[in-house]
């Protein structure tokens, strides 16, 4: 990799000093006193194996109670949330059997559903004015805090049980990540099967998916989507969704709505490009989003009928009666909700006790009839870490142990003020669905999806009022009857299938025909081929004519092609005709079972067949070269010594020659610039386009014969053009910039700057070996998107590899996977082989821009102490060093040169984005092709990678050679500066 973009998200910043070690890590967060009180948060004694300690019991509990009382989001809503927690204290103390000798106090925060604020109130918590020991935090109103909270309580320092009444985000659930937090909320993403249900019920198979920007909305609503299109996954029904990720002013929390706005504009377009899609829109955020959504779908005029909406947890906003806008504008919202019974009569006498305290204590009021569902969740909250702790004392185990207090609620099963509460291994909560329908601004229950009776779903659909909805639009039609086929869509559907019938025969006959064609052409260019002996393509080895070819050659994947029909017998003549065999799978190898490096390809999985094109002339250039090799192997000992292939290929290579040409079928090829391989100007895009794409295989062949390579190690001409051409094969073309191009590229850079170093001659050839082979394949099989991508996007490559380096083992293994299938080196003894393919994944590994710093910094050790060419890891700290600068020669290349390079790095870039955006990932401005700024970008990378890493190569080297480069990379860098918009 030669390009990576770092990113840094804003929890990660406020905690950065929480991953440290020692005292210093949450040094600032440590209670004064913590010393002398004899509090000790106890290790996790049960991964230890010993009996725990018995901590003799703290007769007061205090929980730190953190809720919203300030924000526009609960602000009346969390009074009532405070006092049902008061609530449920009051009840554990009053139960005089339940715990005998504790007594619960409260500590109340504001968290303002703010990661700022959160933080600054858990501390506060936790370094208290009353120097009280925390025992617990109840509560906490939104996921951006509780993920916070959930990593800081988890801390051995602090080991506190998290228990929340509200907070929803996926990642919550991770144990890993936040072992002692638990929660009476359900998950967003466990609504996701009750969704899929009322989908199926009303045979909607395409629906509209519109989030909140917030990072943790994001990844749900993408995990919903993965569920809700995969029948296999859901096991219920298949859906096309499609995905819109919204923004929220947070300057309109009075609900004003300035249609001036861009967050306004923005969402008009997003709400257009639905109605050009879907009927039915699920809307996921927080009550102000939905109401944000809704407003502006009914000022689009999308309550007529012809939609339908579909939200979570809507049922907790506080909604305004009087305010006829709003209420028009959620008429008929299909709402999902943990099903909980209001006329309960405990839940009536719930709700009436809880008003009492909020007189009590003279909180803003709700004017709701009864306490929100909210509340009660809060309400149990303390309910549930009581019983956890209860759990401890009657085990005779450490009260203190938060991890362990969160484990043993794993399991927990009660009928709760919020319903039937069930607690799984993730310390989630597992809960019944109840449908609700907003009616005149009352939710109405008119259905219920039951968890605990198989995932089984009850609706009234006569008893829904859609938005605005007619009669005659039922909703098993969908809106707009678009779900429901008449005689005339059957019809166009079956003309449809025969027009694409007809161009699948149409492109088969076509294909036949060009294959015919082929064919003819054969005798004509083998003709010309011998009317002119003097003069060829390119001087490259391949099959000889007269000599039987093996049958597996032509039937594996990355077999030496001559763009013939060959038919699946041996044959002597390979021009002969036959259909050419079809490859079961890309990527197949055919090696010793037992070696898992060589099954590499193997085990990342069947792919599809490779489509790419192949044009005649890449075709006709290695058939053109047939000539050369015949006509050198003159002698029977030539035809089993190697050697003498290179020595006479290398004599005839390098000697000097004039530019020649040859027409066959695609225009006309110059082949000189070849020669100019040692020449730092040398211009691999021009090769690239000279050979149509295939400047990789004629590259490399080049330098192993200018090293000297295939006398040294007797390399099997065969084996070589196998491996060139695997690899080609494994790079892919539609890369803009991480192609086989690039490998060339690099490849040839890294000859010029061994080239010319004053002692080339140190290095063994095993090392030239390997560093050639290293450079070709150092982004084979890359997938044309960074580490951060693959990572997000949970790519199997991530699974395999780890999120550590995982384009670089990727290729690496893969490039040792290629070689040991070619045989390249296979009649190396092993110790050589395994110096060798050590070597090659030793050099692919250092060009990961994330260890850029510690290679460089070797470096600079190693010029400090003193470098000893006869010290091999001295040698292999240059090596790096060397393909480290020969992955960026991009940069330092003549500026005609440099600027096409650059506009394809960033081509790559910014296709990454384009793909972000489909998946509403978070964008940097260098991946935004409509952010990002060109002259900036580049600079930036010379200014801070390239040109610091030249100029400390060109300092260990000392030579004009490379003072040379370093001037053409401040030439390009002053250039780059005048750019305002790339060439074309």
């Keep these: 990799m030669s390009w990576v973009c770092f990113t840094v998200t804003l929890p990660f910043l406020i905690l950065g000093s929480a991953v440290l070690s020692g005292h210093l890590t949450l ?8 010393s002398e009180s004899g509090y000790k948060v106890e290790s996790k004694l049960k991964d230890a194996g010993s009996n725990p300690e018995v901590v003799t019991p703290n007769h007061t509990i205090t929980v730190a109670v953190l809720t919203d009382i300030s924000s526009s989001l609960y602000s009346t809503t969390g009074y009532e949330n405070l006092a049902a927690a008061r609530l449920a204290i009051e009840d554990i103390n009053a139960d005089k059997s339940f715990l005998p000798g504790y007594h619960f106090d409260m500590l109340f925060k504001d968290d303002g559903c703010d990661m700022e604020v959160g933080l600054k109130a858990l501390t506060n918590a936790y370094d208290n004015d009353e120097n009280k020991k925390i025992n617990a935090v109840i509560g906490i109103s ?13 801390t051995d320092q602090w ?3 998290v228990v929340s009444h509200s907070c929803s985000s996926d990642d919550l659930s991770k144990t890993d990540k936040y072992p002692t937090f638990a929660r009476l909320s359900l998950s967003v993403f466990k609504y996701t099967n009750a969704i899929i249900a009322v989908c199926k019920k009303f045979e909607w198979t395409k629906v509209g998916l519109m989030v909140n920007n917030i990072d943790w909305y994001v990844k749900t609503a993408g995990k919903m989507k993965e569920l809700m299109t995969d029948k296999e996954k859901n096991g219920v029904y298949g859906i096309q969704v499609f995905l819109e990720k919204f923004y929220y002013d947070d300057e309109d929390d009075d609900g004003s709505m300035d249609e001036s706005s861009d967050t306004y504009k923005l969402l008009v377009e997003q709400l257009n490009r639905m109605k050009q899609k879907v009927r039915v829109i699920i809307i996921v955020g927080y009550a102000r989003d939905i109401i944000f959504v809704l407003k502006t779908a009914k000022k689009q005029g999308m309550n007529n009928g012809h939609f339908a909406f579909l939200t979570q947890e809507f049922i907790q906003a506080d909604l305004k009666k009087d305010d006829k806008e709003l209420i028009q504008s959620i008429q008929g919202v299909l709402d999902l909700e943990p099903l909980l019974n209001k006329s309960d009569p405990n839940y009536i006498s719930f709700s009436e006790r809880v008003r009492k305290i909020v007189d009590e204590k003279q909180y803003p009021k709700t004017g709701k009839d009864v306490a929100n569902l909210i509340a009660a969740q809060m309400y149990d909250a303390v309910w549930l870490y009581a019983k956890s702790l209860k759990r401890a004392v009657d085990q005779n185990y450490g009260i203190e142990d938060g991890e362990w207090l969160v484990d043993s609620m794993t399991g927990s099963k009660w009928n709760g003020m919020s319903g039937e509460i069930r607690i799984d291994e993730a310390g989630d909560r597992l809960g019944n669905v109840q449908i609700m329908n907003i009616q005149s601004g009352d939710f109405k229950q008119v259905g219920t999806w039951w968890m605990s009776k198989n995932e089984s779903l009850e609706l009234s659909v006569e008893n829904i009022a859609w938005p605005g909805a007619p009669e005659e639009h039922p909703a098993a039609c969908g809106r707009q009857y678009e779900l429901c086929e008449t005689y005339s869509d059957a019809v166009a559907k079956i003309t449809l299938m025969a027009l694409v019938c007809m161009a699948f025969l149409f492109g088969l006959s076509c294909t036949v025909y060009k294959e015919e064609m082929t064919i003819s052409l054969l005798p004509k260019c083998f003709a010309m081929l011998k009317g002119n002996r003097q003069g060829g393509l390119l001087d490259l080895p391949s099959l000889p004519l007269d000599k039987e070819i093996p049958r597996y050659v032509f039937e594996r994947r990355g077999a030496i092609s001559l763009g013939l029909p060959t038919s699946p017998k041996p044959r002597k003549n390979i021009c002969g005709g036959g259909p050419r065999p079809r490859l079961s799978r890309r990527g ?3 090696v010793d079972v037992e070696d898992v490096e060589a099954k590499y390809l193997r085990l990342l999985g069947d792919t599809e067949p490779s489509t790419r094109k192949t044009s005649t002339i890449t075709q006709f250039t290695v058939k053109t070269s047939l000539k050369d090799l015949r006509r050198m192997q003159s002698t029977e000992s030539d035809m089993t010594d190697p050697g003498v292939y290179a020595g006479r290929f ?12 040859r027409q066959c079928n695609d225009g006309l090829v110059e082949w000189s610039q070849l020669n100019r391989i040692g020449f730092w100007d040398f211009d691999t895009l021009s090769i690239a386009r000279i050979t149509k794409g295939r400047c990789l295989f004629y590259i490399g062949f080049q ?10 190690f007797s390399l099997d001409v065969m084996s070589v053009l196998k491996f060139l051409n695997l690899l080609e094969q494994h790079y892919e073309p539609e890369n803009p910039f991480h192609n086989a191009t690039h490998a060339a590229d690099v490849a040839q850079a890294l000859h010029c700057l061994l080239s010319n170093l004053r002692s080339i001659d140190s290095f063994e050839p095993k090392e030239l070996l390997a560093s050639i082979l290293a450079a070709l394949a150092h982004d084979v099989n890359h997938p044309g998107v960074n580490q951060n991508f693959l990572i997000k996007t949970a790519s199997h490559l991530m699974k395999i590899n780890g999120n550590t380096s995982l384009l670089e083992q990727h290729h690496s293994k893969v490039a040792k996977s290629l070689i040991k299938e070619s045989g390249i080196i296979s009649h190396l003894t092993l110790t050589d082989q395994d110096e060798i393919l050590q070597t090659v994944e030793d050099l692919i590994m250092a060009t990961d821009m994330a260890q850029h710093q510690k290679y460089v910094n070797n470096m600079k050790a190693l010029m400090v102490s003193g470098y000893d060419s006869q010290n091999p890891e001295h040698r292999r700290v240059v090596l790096r060093m060397a393909m480290k600068c020969s992955d960026l020669c991009n940069t330092a290349r003549p500026w005609s040169t440099c600027v096409q390079w650059g506009k394809l790095v960033l081509e790559e870039f910014w296709r990454q984005g384009d793909e972000e955006k489909k998946m509403m990932f978070d964008v940097t401005n260098m991946f935004d092709r ?3 700024v060109p002259s900036k970008a580049l600079t930036g990378f010379i200014d801070y990678i390239a040109e610091p890493l030249f100029t400390l190569w060109a300092d260990f080297c000392d030579t004009s050679f490379t003072r040379d480069i370093c001037r053409l990379i401040d030439n390009n860098r002053s250039h780059w500066e005048e750019v305002i918009t790339l060439p074309v």
Excluded at 27 to 34: C, E, K, S, V
Excluded at 650 to 661: G, I, L, N
């Design 159 to 161: 080991n506190i049980p």
């Design 703 to 712: 330098l192993l014969i200018k090293h000297d390579l295939f006398e040294e």
């Design 27 to 34: 040094g600032f967060l440590t209670r004064a006193g913590d």
């Design 588 to 590: 197949g190898v055919s």
């Design 650 to 661: 290398k004599r005839k290579m390098s000697a000097p020659t004039v530019t020649r040409h």
């Design 930 to 932: 409509d952010q990002c």
């Design 142 to 154: 939104c996921s951006v805090v509780c993920e916070l909270a959930g990593y800081l309580c988890a």
